[in-house]
């Protein structure tokens, strides 16, 4: 049972433009989500996370947004670059448990 | 600073061998965590150690076994692997168990033969 679901499995945008990458839960007793970002042969770097008491939460070029009736976040990066081009996890936690809930990733292709 | 550090970055072993890969973090975190990641998949965790002490098992393989010796280090020995254990294996630590993030080191890149 796939808790945290990332649909889409890859992504290409033009460098300069929006890059949306979406996450869907299906435990409402998540609380926090974090999304992260990982290189090829590399450990996944922390990005941002949001919390349940909000719906939005911003850091650079990098904005979460979190639809709690909707089960469902995003992560918006603006503008989009080279350097974005990675594969992106979303990452959920019910409060008091210890254990991140991944999604499946989406691999993000940023096109000069 | 964010660092968490994993050696060695590249293991080879063969089934009988016995090794251990280490991790260390400096950020005063209390929380420490062991991952298995396969290729186009996503982390699985594996143990979960809050104030030294063991808190997650997820029901593991006995031929690996975590130790966190202090507050900073983790180790994980690894003992009899088959090849289906070769992975990359990620180190976490974060502030506290639970509702915080977690920063991950880079990985040691684990091929038994």
């Known amino acids: 049972d796939q808790q945290v679901k990332q649909n889409s499995p890859s992504l290409s945008v033009q460098e300069g433009r929006i890059s949306i990458l979406n996450c869907d839960y299906t435990?409402?007793?998540?609380?926090?989500f974090l999304w992260y970002k990982k290189y090829p042969a590399e450990g996944p770097t922390f990005l941002i996370s949001?919390?349940?008491?909000?719906d939005k939460n911003e850091d650079g070029r990098f904005t979460v947004f979190l639809n709690k009736s909707a089960k469902h976040l995003s992560l918006h990066i603006v503008p989009s670059q080279p350097g974005d081009s990675a594969v992106y996890f979303c990452?959920?936690?019910?409060?008091?448990?210890?254990?991140?809930?991944f999604g499946q990733g989406t691999r993000l292709t940023i096109n000069p | 600073d964010t660092e968490v550090t994993q050696t060695p970055k590249h293991l080879v072993m063969g089934m009988t061998n016995k090794k251990s890969l280490k991790c260390e973090q400096h950020?005063?975190?209390?929380?420490m965590y062991w991952y298995k990641q396969k290729a186009k998949k996503p982390p699985e965790l594996m143990f979960v150690?809050?104030?030294?002490?063991?808190?997650i098992n997820e029901s593991v393989p006995s031929r690996f076994s975590p130790e966190c010796p202090n507050s900073s280090l983790l180790n994980l020995h690894l003992h009899a692997l088959q090849p289906e254990d070769s992975a990359l294996y990620l180190c976490?630590?974060?502030?506290?168990?639970?509702?915080?993030?977690?920063?991950f080191g880079p990985g040691t890149r684990l091929t038994v033969t």
């Open positions: 950020m005063g975190h209390r929380a």
């Open positions: 949001i919390s349940s008491i909000k």
């Open positions: 435990n409402s007793m998540f609380d926090y």
């Open positions: 990452a959920a936690i019910i409060q008091g448990a210890q254990k991140l809930v």
């Open positions: 150690y809050s104030y030294e002490k063991l808190s």
């Open positions: 976490a630590s974060s502030q506290r168990a639970g509702r915080n993030e977690q920063y």
